[in-house]
Structures are given as C-alpha cells and as structure tokens.
C-alpha cells in the first residue's frame, strides 16, 4: 500500500526525475573544451543561511554501492573523477600502514570511471562532449590542476562530487541529448524476469532498490525501506528483492518519490520527535500545502506562520473553498524512523481530506486552553512534545511518542496514554505547571473521559465539582495565600514557595498536606491583611470559602490520586492561577 501509493505519487509528478536520472547538489564542474584541456572549475554553492549550498542538476543516477568500487556516469567525487586521493582518508591509512592498498583502490576507482563512459554506445563515443571528457582524462594530471588556487585546495580537502560541461554549453556533458537517449534505451531493454507487485507486470524486479536519504537519524548515504541481507529474512531460495519483487522501474519510482518529498527543501515533511513524516494526496490539494503549517514549529521570520493556517482551515467552510467537502481525494501521512541500514515504518495513515480535516480541527479544539497573551493561542507537534520532555530537550523526546500523538491525531482516537503520563510526571518533577503541559493534559482526559465524567473547559469551571479540580484550584490560593503573606516591595516573596516543597505530595496524597497547609492559610491571610494587602487578603478568603463549601463534607481529601485525577488538579491549578492574574479578575 506505500509503495503503490508513492509510486502514483511519481505518476502524477511529471516533474520528477525520470527513470536512469536523479536530482543532485553538485559544488564543482569542470568546464572543458573541446581539445580536453580545463578552462575553469565553477564553483555552483551559494551561502544559504551561514553554510555553502550546491547547485541541484538532473544527472545520471548514481551506482548502488557499498564497500565496493562502482562509478558513476560522467559524475562521481573526486577520487573516481580525478584518481585525487582524499587528504583525511590517506592520512588515516598512512597511520595503519595501508597507504599502498588505498592507491590500489584509488587506480581502481578512477578506471572504473573512465570504463563506465566508454561502456556508453558508440553514438555517445562520437558526441564532443563525451570526447572532450576523454581527452580531458588522458592529458590532465591532478597536478596541472592545481593552477586553480583556492577552489583546488577545496577540493584537494573536501573530495567533492563534480561533472563536466563542454566550454560555451549550458548544461552539462551527463545531460547532452546523445547520453540522455542513451540512458533511456539502455533502460528501456532490459527483459522481464518476475511479476511487479506494484504493476503487476511482467518486468526485470530490481534486486537492491535504490537507497532513501534525508530520514532524520539514517546514514547519510541512504537506508532503505525494502532489503534482504540476511538468509533468515529470505524464502522460496529467492535472494535479495526477488523476496518481495518490485520491477526496477517501479522501484525507480517510489524511492524518486520518497527522496523528494524527504528532501531539505521540501513543504511536504515535518519532523515529529523522532519520525520524519511525510505527506502527499492523490490529487491536487490544498491539504499538502497547509499540512506542514498546521503542525510545525514556525519559523522566526514568521512566527504567525502556523496560527494563520489554523484560522483558514476554521473559516475556509466559510467562504466555500475548504476542503472539508473533499471526500474523494485521499491524503497519506507517512512516518518514518531509523534503524541501522534500514528506515522503519513508524506510522502511515490513510484517511479522505474531509475526514483528515474534521479530524484536524477536532484536535486543536481539544487542545485549546487560556494561555497568556504572550503565547500562541496553538501549540506546535514539537512544543507538545518538548512539554513532556526532560529539561524541554528535543533528544529526551521518548522515541515512539510523537509516532503516537501524530497518529491519533489523525485518525481521531484517543490520545496515547504515555503522553498524559509524561506531562503530569513532568509537572510533579519540576513542579511547573506550564500552559503547554496544561494544554496536553485537558486533551488527553476530555477524549479518554467516560460519560459521567464532566468535561474540562478552556477557562475557570467554577462549577466543576471534581474533587481533584478542586483541589488543584484550592492548592493555588493557598500557595498565593502564603505569597502575599511574605512579599513586600524589598522582598518578593519566600526562596521555598509551598508548591516548591509539597506539589507533589498535595496532588497525588492530598490527604498528607492540604489538612497542614490550611492550619497554616490564616496565618497567611492574617500577616498579609497586616501588611497593606487587605484587598488580597479578602479576596483569597472568598475563593478559599468558595472551593472548600464545594468539596465532600466526608473525606474531602483523598489519600492517593490516579494519574488522570493528578492531570485535573494540574488543570484546576492552572485554571485558577490565570484566571486570578487575569486583567478582569486582578487586583
């Protein structure tokens, strides 16, 4: 089902790279002329941002290798182009004392390049360009390079990739018309040795499919999603992809697919803790251009990237141009995660665009809670996530859990039970109760509550009788008891505040503190009437009156508390704190 859905995807991009031809960055090309004698090396990189970017070209795709020696066609670094040793893999080999096997394999490299263009038909043999190359490579010594300054010393360190051009040409030498139709045919003879289980014809199957690159965590070389290198994992005696047949041209197909929505550039990925996910539709659809603005973190150039998203899915239905009536078109969510030489499938999700949308749109209405002014009004994938983490870090992000959230997400299910786990745990650790963990934990109990259960609002419930809730709410007027209690103009406040020394226990044992915190609050109340906060005072008594009039008169104080009752304390908490710091309700 991936693979057919990628390999539609790359029927409907007539833009992609055809088959045999791949899109690359390439920092040098060598501009030749036509007696074979180097004119100029061009350097393609621009700055982009505070690094280097090259140039993209459509160029022969690249051989499938490993520790083997393969060339590419007319392309390659600068150890198959040039036989230019590489200086940090030279030095590493002096020092094991296998200098001399590295300038084996070195000669190697450089003659598997040449032989790769001479193997090309004797059309191609004829083409000025191809000819320029060859003479290029019979007359030209790395050292008569070397007259190119500081572009070669790059190149001397670096062991770049690089290709040709004939001197007055716009494209390069891979791309003149002789080597592209020689590329197509080569392709288009190959004969048929298997059924495709994409298309389902009778074709040549691939045995290694090409590899995936710009999975967050992979090598960089590329991992693949389809792979046998193990007799464990083969059957019937076949080998490798004979395992599972996929033809070369459609395995050509969904990896083209793939690496270009995964690439740097591309508006159809977001990273979600550790899956980098991809997105696309059958059809043309607004959805692709909007999906990355919905969940991802903006950027600082356009902080309200994101929020202006939200606000066009909520009135497109609206102005009559959602995509809410979209029930035909279907959209695909892959994620995708590391593992070795491999890339796991870590969630795919299949729905309509209207149900996707509805769906969408249910999941900021869950997570949508009063926060200050300062704050966006909706939380990023990756603000939800680092909420849970320890010390806010992207790297403590438990492994499978932005997998979870973005899956349940989509299909409307209940979010995973981890993530309220995570916040609340989070909560008692530092004892911060933010507007993001907040956020999380109000979603997760609304769609987990059963039907006796009352639903947690986005403000104060001042009609929210939960004995948990109430006690969140009661805990924060004690804590702002002993505050005003305490603080003067010279002296903010107390170094250890109750919430410092007694959250954890006051929302999972309440029993243990809340009957000693208010022996304590008149005290508070009293010192604070003192000392010029006698409006404060008043107002505290009345809340404190108001919340515990509330409670049970038998056992108002539980001795444990479940994870889901922790989760409304922390909500009554923060309910409480802003709607008393609020413009409305302050003093």
Known sequence: MILQALYDYYQRKPDLPREGFESKEIPFVIEVSKNGSAVQIEDTRTLDGKKKRAKNYLIP??????????????????????????????????????????????????????????????????????????????????????????????????????????????????????????????????????????????????????????????????????????????????????????????????????????????????????????????????????????????????????????????????????????????????????????????????????????????????????????????????????????????DNIPPNLGGELMRAILSGQPYPSSLLQNAVRRIRAEREVTYPRSAIVKACLNRARKTHEKELLMSLDEDNTDVAYLLGRLFFVLEEAQWAAHSTKTNPGTNTTIRDRFYGAASATPVTVFPQLLRLYPHHISKAAKSGRKGIAVRLEKLVDDITSKLPATNPFPSYMAISDQGRFAVGYYHQRHNFFSPNHSE
């Open 61 to 394: 795709q690249a051989a499938k290798k490993s520790v083997n020696v393969a060339a590419n066609i007319l392309w390659g670094n600068a150890e198959y182009v040039l036989g230019l040793p590489d200086e940090q893999k030279l030095t590493d080999r002096r020092g094991k004392g296998k200098e001399r096997e590295y300038e084996d394999r070195l000669k190697d490299m450089h003659a598997a390049f040449v032989d790769a263009v001479k193997a090309l038909s004797e059309r191609v043999q004829t083409d000025e360009g191809v000819q320029a190359v060859l003479k290029f490579i019979d007359q030209t010594k790395p050292a008569d390079l070397e007259r190119f300054g500081e572009i070669w010393k790059e190149i001397r360190s670096t062991n770049p990739n690089m290709t040709f051009r004939l001197q007055g040409d716009l494209e390069l030498v891979c791309q003149r018309p002789s080597v592209i139709n020689a590329l197509n045919e080569a392709e288009s003879g190959k004969g048929g040795d298997g059924i495709c289980l994409l298309t389902g014809q009778k074709v040549k199957i691939e045995r290694l499919h090409p590899p995936i690159k710009g999975v967050w965590g992979a090598q960089t070389s590329g991992a693949n999603v389809v792979s046998f290198n193990l007799p464990s994992f083969t059957s019937w005696g076949k080998e490798q992809g004979g395992n599972a047949p996929v033809g070369e041209k459609a395995a050509f197909a969904y990896t083209t697919a793939l690496n270009y929505l995964l690439a740097r550039d591309s508006k159809q990925r977001i990273q979600i803790g550790d899956a980098s996910t991809v997105f696309w539709a059958d059809k043309p659809s607004s959805l692709e251009d909007q999906f990355a603005d919905l969940f991802g973190e903006p950027p600082k150039d356009d902080p309200d990237r994101n929020a202006r998203a939200i606000k066009a899915l909520y009135e497109a239905p609206k102005h009559g141009i959602a995509p809410v009536d979209d029930v035909q078109t279907r959209f695909f969510v892959l994620g995708l995660s590391p593992n070795a030489a491999r890339i796991a499938i870590r969630f795919w999700h299949v729905g309509t665009v209207a149900k996707l949308v509805k769906n969408i749109q249910q999941h900021f209405d869950d997570i949508e809670i009063d926060c200050p002014p300062y704050e966006k009004r909706y939380l990023s994938l990756w603000r939800l996530l680092v909420a849970t983490a320890t010390q806010n870090k992207s």
